[in-house]
Every structure is written in C-alpha cells, then in structure tokens.
C-alpha cells in the first residue's frame, strides 16, 4: 500500500516559481512511475510530467515543456515538480499518482492507466 502526500502549492504572480513536492509512504515506492497531473475549474484531468521508476526517463506536456521539471529521490520517497515562468493558465489542483510499470513502453503503459495511487491534490494560483 502507497499513500501519497502533495504539498508546496499556494498563490505566485505570473513569471514565478513553485515546486511541488509528493511524499509517499510504504517500501516500494522505487518501484512505480511517478507523474504530475493537474485539473482547473472546469475543465479535466490532465497530465503534466512523468518520470519512471529509476528517474531516468522523463516526458513533459507541451504546454510545459522547458518550463516544469519532474525528478525524484527515491531514497526520500519523494518526486518534485519544480516549476518555473508560471503563467495564470498553470492555475489548478496538481495531483501525483504512481502506477507500478517498467520497460521501454512504461512511459504508454503510464499514460493508459488506470493509477495504482493518488494523492488528495494540492492547489497551484499563479495570479496576473
């Protein structure tokens, strides 16, 4: 069992930075690729990064691309997003999740879910 934590949100002018921090409970965290997903007012769930298990792979939303940074320290149990140049449009909850896939195809098998575990979500407001 995997329990996930956010924490690191709150309020930015446009052009700041955040980072995002997902602590995880349990032993086998090292085990399962990690990602950032984020959901505003009105609209779905969508992803934002990923990582695989050993941190060596990393894939990026367009829209974030050069702009966000996933990593992860497995000895801490823990994944970061640091985000940079924030825009008003970043402004949503952020949500980790963790689903236990390996391989060249983790990061297919990442994005088809479904996701093993979620954290509770922790609000990111990048004001104008």
């Known amino acids: 069992q995997v329990q996930l934590v956010e924490s690191g949100g709150g309020l930015v002018q446009a052009g700041g930075s955040l980072r995002l921090s997902c602590a995880a409970s349990?032993?086998?965290?090292?085990?399962?690729?990690m990602g950032w997903f984020r959901q505003a007012p009105g609209k779905e769930r969508e992803f934002v990064a990923g990582?695989?298990?050993?941190?060596?792979?990393?894939y990026y939303a367009d829209s974030v691309k050069g702009r966000f940074t996933i990593s992860r320290d497995n000895a801490k149990n823990t994944v970061y997003l640091q985000m940079n140049s924030l825009k008003p449009e970043d402004t949503a909850v952020y949500y980790c999740?963790?689903?236990?896939?390996?391989?060249?195809?983790?990061?297919?098998?990442?994005?088809?879910?479904?996701?093993?575990?979620w954290g509770q979500g922790t609000q990111v407001t990048v004001s104008s």
């Open positions: 999740a963790a689903d236990r896939v390996y391989g060249r195809s983790w990061f297919q098998d990442f994005m088809d879910g479904p996701y093993d575990y």
């Open positions: 349990g032993r086998t965290f090292s085990r399962y690729a």
């Open positions: 990582i695989s298990w050993s941190g060596g792979s990393t």
